[in-house]
């Protein structure tokens, strides 16, 4: 894991985290069937870090390359309002969920892995790529994952963020306690 001098001070300012899907939430492998329905496979780490981090009021955004339904469907699954699919100029529909957001691009995060990142990398408050990422987007990170993309790599890059934002404490003291009141 690569954590720059200044990643855990700009971790402290996201208030949105845009997400990659292939090769960040997904392993970037993607299998058909003999009737050609598409398949892939989304780790539930992940997706229970994502409703921690919305539990603490921090926003996220989907922006992938491909077009998928089954994006859609796990987008929605954790209420992820604003899914981007078929972008191929990822900063344009970056400037536009700024902008949607009201947000300056140092309150925003991005993990990605594979050079059509690169631009919003170059960015974004936080830029995060994902351990398997290729070498020059790595170059442009100011985290990168220990974990692969579609293993956890979203969920480490989530309780990073919380941790430095002093947030992880109160969001997780309910999966301590002894009698297990409060856990949903």
């Known amino acids: 894991m690569k954590v720059s001098s200044e990643a855990a001070k ?29 398949f ?7 997706g229970h870090g994502i409703k921690l981090a919305q539990r603490s009021g921090i926003k996220f955004a989907i922006i ?19 899914i981007h699919q078929n972008a191929i100029d990822k900063l344009k529909v ?14 925003v995060a991005y993990i990605g892995d594979d ?3 690169i631009p919003v990398l170059k960015r974004v408050g936080l830029a995060a790529t994902v351990a398997d990422a290729f070498d020059y987007v ?28 002093n947030r992880w404490n109160d969001l997780t003291r309910r999966y301590y306690r002894k009698d297990g009141e409060g856990i949903e």
């Open 64 to 82: 992938t390359g491909r077009w998928s339904p089954i994006v859609e469907k796990r987008g929605r699954e954790l209420e992820i309002s604003e």
């Open 40 to 46: 892939k496979s989304f780790d539930v780490k992940d």
């Open 10 to 38: 700009k971790a402290k300012k996201i208030k949105l985290i845009i997400l990659d899907v292939d090769g960040v939430l997904t392993d970037g492998r993607i299998s058909f069937n003999s009737k050609n329905e598409e």
């Open 138 to 165: 790595k170059k442009e990170a100011h985290y990168i994952t220990k974990l692969k993309g579609g293993r956890g790599a979203v969920r480490e890059l989530i309780d990073f963020i919380l941790k430095k934002q």
């Open 115 to 117: 050079i059509v990142d």
């Open 94 to 107: 970056f400037n536009e969920v700024l902008k949607k957001f009201e947000l300056k691009n140092e309150e």
